[in-house]
C-alpha cells in the first residue's frame, strides 16, 4: 500500500526558504508516477506547486516557476520541495502527492503539514 | 491560467438526497477533469479522474459527467459520510482548482 508523509519545520520567518521532504513507503519512486506538491491555504481550495519525476525533471507551476525547487532521493525513496522568498500568503497546509506522467490527477496523498510564515 | 468555479458554495441536503455539484472552467479542458473529496483535517481524496471515470475503491454512488467547459458530480443516494467539501480540479493545462462545494447536512 503506498503511504506518503511529509515532515519539515512547521513555522518560517518571512523572506526564508521552506523545505519540505516526502517519504514514500510501499511504492518505489522509480516507478513511472510522477511526485508532486499542493498547497493548501485555510479555508481555500488547494493549488499545485509542482511535481517531479524521479530523475529529478520537474514539471513546474509557472505562477511558481522562479520560487520553487524540487529535488529526489531514489536511496531513500524521497522527494523534496524549496519555497523561496516566503511570506504570510505562502501559509497553508502543504502535501505531496502522486499522479501518473503529466496526468495531474492525485490519487495518492500525505496527511499534509502545517507551515505557518510568522515573524 | 484556467479558472475554475464551482457552485453552488455551500449545499444542503439530507440522508438519501440525490445532489449536484457544477464545476465550470475559464476555457475548454476537454475531459481533463477530476474530483475529490475533502474531510476536516484530511487530504482531498481521489473520487472521479478523466471527468468521469471512477476511482478504484470509490462508490458508484459518485458520478461525473460532462466535457468542455462544463462537469457536474453527482452524489446518489446521499449517505452520513458524504457529507463534506468537494473540489474539481482541471489538469488540461497545468492544474488549477475550483474554490469547494461544502456538503452540509439540513
Known amino acids: 500500500q503506498v503511504h506518503l508523509q511529509e515532515s519539515g519545520p512547521g513555522l518560517v520567518k518571512p523572506s526564508e526558504t521552506l523545505s519540505f521532504t516526502c517519504t514514500v513507503s510501499g511504492y518505489s519512486l522509480t516507478t513511472g508516477y510522477y511526485w508532486g506538491w499542493i498547497r493548501q491555504p485555510p479555508g481555500k481550495g488547494p493549488e499545485w506547486l509542482g511535481s517531479v519525476f524521479h530523475t529529478g525533471r520537474p514539471y513546474h507551476n509557472p505562477s511558481l516557476r522562479t520560487r520553487v525547487s524540487f529535488s529526489v532521493d531514489t536511496s531513500k525513496n524521497q522527494f523534496s520541495l524549496r519555497l523561496y522568498s516566503v511570506t504570510a500568503a505562502d501559509t497553508a497546509v502543504y502535501y505531496c502527492a502522486r499522479h501518473p506522467r503529466e496526468i495531474l490527477a492525485f490519487d495518492h496523498w500525505g496527511q499534509g503539514i502545517l507551515a505557518t510564515v510568522s515573524s | 491560467d484556467i479558472q475554475m468555479t464551482q457552485s453552488p458554495s455551500t449545499l444542503s441536503a439530507s440522508v438519501g438526497d440525490r445532489v449536484t455539484i457544477t464545476c465550470r472552467a475559464s476555457q475548454s479542458i476537454s475531459d481533463w477533469l477530476a474530483w475529490y473529496q475533502q474531510k476536516p483535517g484530511k487530504a482531498p481524496k481521489l473520487l472521479i479522474y478523466k471527468a468521469s471515470s471512477l476511482e478504484s475503491g470509490v462508490s458508484s454512488r459518485f458520478s461525473g459527467r460532462g466535457s468542455g467547459t462544463e462537469f457536474t458530480l453527482t452524489i446518489s443516494s446521499l449517505q452520513p459520510d458524504d457529507f463534506a467539501t468537494y473540489y474539481c480540479?482541471?489538469?488540461?493545462?497545468?492544474?488549477?482548482f475550483g474554490q469547494g462545494t461544502r456538503l452540509d447536512l439540513k
Open positions: 480540479q482541471q489538469y488540461n493545462s497545468y492544474s488549477s
